[in-house]
Nanobody
Framework: QVQLVESGGGLVQAGGSLRLSCADS????????MGWYRQAPGKQRELVAE???????NYADSVKGRFTISRDNAKNTVYLQMNSLKPEDTAVYYC?????????WGQGTQVTVSS
């Protein structure tokens, strides 16, 4: 049913930019909620940004002003534009949604920011 697939991660120098994408290749349902999370080595998984179907957004304080979450409902895809990247942004980034009371996660995409 729901299968979230992320793309766009990679290695970038500090100050650079990346855009992550996450698309559902299973249900084709337009989810009310989509979120981006990240997990750095030895750290808990944390919320980075989230967006509703109407476009309402919320960001972690650490990324406000640098990251932008957006979505294309026609493509059932959510994006995370990451600008002014810092080494502390290095983590595995996951997309998440809730469908029929179940939480679904993508496989994760590695983002590495070098100094």
């Amino acid at each position: 049913q729901v299968q979230l697939v992320e793309s766009g991660g990679g290695l970038v120098q500090a100050g650079g930019s990346l855009r992550l994408s996450c698309a559902d290749s299973g249900s084709r349902f337009i989810f009310n909620y989509m979120g981006w999370y990240r997990q750095a080595p030895g750290k808990q998984r944390e919320l980075v940004a989230e967006i509703t179907v109407a476009g309402g957004t919320n960001y972690a304080d650490s990324v406000k002003g640098r990251f932008t979450i957006s979505r294309d409902n026609a493509k059932n895809t959510v994006y995370l534009q990451m600008n002014s990247l810092k080494p502390e942004d290095t983590a595995v980034y996951y997309c998440n949604t809730i469908f029929r009371s179940r939480s679904f996660w993508g496989q994760g995409t590695q983002v590495t920011v070098s100094s």
